[in-house]
């Protein structure tokens, strides 16, 4: 018997498909984005910080895995409470020796629950990417910290596959996941009405409410948020949305 089909869109460095296998489901992935580093302007890092919040995987492998960046990262976690954005973010901290003092949920909102609310004079360090959300720093500010946004790299668009419209239209899937904005409108751009229609019906897997506010705003009808921002859990969703397709 032929298995369902999931499309996964990701616009990270980490493979989806080495890291998240499923036995039950075949996953057709595509890159979205191309990742390119970012020097951070000169004297970002020069000050100390109370505080440093990585908000993803691949600013915590340019902060500790480039060689001119390293020691100075490493010097500023020694003397700062390090946070991480989820749990694959506190995972790639802990694999490069980094102690983390938070791991908070993959949302802006879960790591300003678990902050103080009063964050006057303290300075905090954001390693982060060119698209970031700012709703992080403006919170922060507003709680009285004195934030540094520090763009280690930019995701660069990668060219659509000319085929993949037509798969989605002849040879639909039973779900997909887009696992970041730029991912989400990667796939979205351009995109003809009929395969926008189609994707529209398909149930959608995300890994955090950004992602999910961008599908609803182009009207994808089902959409199942992970509990924390892993691939794993991802798959998990996946399998659970393509059974429910095949049994309907």
Not at 53 to 67: L, P, Y
Not at 91 to 105: H, P
Not at 113 to 132: F, Q, T
Not at 180 to 189: D, E, I, M
Request: hydrophobic share 45%.
């Amino acid at each position: 018997m032929t298995r369902a089909r999931a499309l996964v869109v990701r616009s990270g460095a980490n493979p989806f498909l080495s890291l998240s296998a499923s036995g039950h489901i075949e996953i057709v992935e595509r890159v979205s984005h191309t990742i390119e580093a970012v020097d951070p302007r000169e004297g970002a890092l020069e000050t100390p910080a109370d505080l440093v919040i990585f908000t993803s995987q691949v600013a915590v492998e340019r902060a500790f895995g480039d060689a001119s960046l390293a020691p100075v990262f490493r010097k500023i976690a020694k003397g700062a409470g390090v946070v991480a954005v989820g749990g694959a973010t506190g995972d790639a901290l802990t694999a490069r020796g980094i102690r983390t003092e938070l791991v908070a949920g993959g949302s802006a909102e879960s790591v300003l629950e678990r902050l103080p609310p009063h964050l006057e004079g303290k300075r905090v360090l954001l390693p982060c990417g060119e698209d970031a959300g700012l709703e992080l720093p403006e919170r922060l500010h507003s709680r009285g910290a004195r934030v540094a946004r520090i763009v280690l790299y930019r995701k660069v668009a990668n060219p659509r596959d000319p085929g993949l419209e037509r798969e989605i239209v002849e040879r639909p899937f039973a779900a997909f996941c887009t696992t970041s904005p730029s991912a989400a409108r990667w796939l979205f751009a351009g995109l003809g009405e009929a395969a926008a229609a189609r994707l529209r019906r398909t149930p959608a897997v995300v890994l955090g409410p950004f992602t999910r506010r961008f599908l609803e705003s182009h009207g994808v009808a089902r959409i199942e948020v992970t509990e924390e921002a892993r691939f794993a859990e991802a798959v998990a969703l996946l399998e659970a949305l393509a059974a429910a397709s095949v049994e309907t």
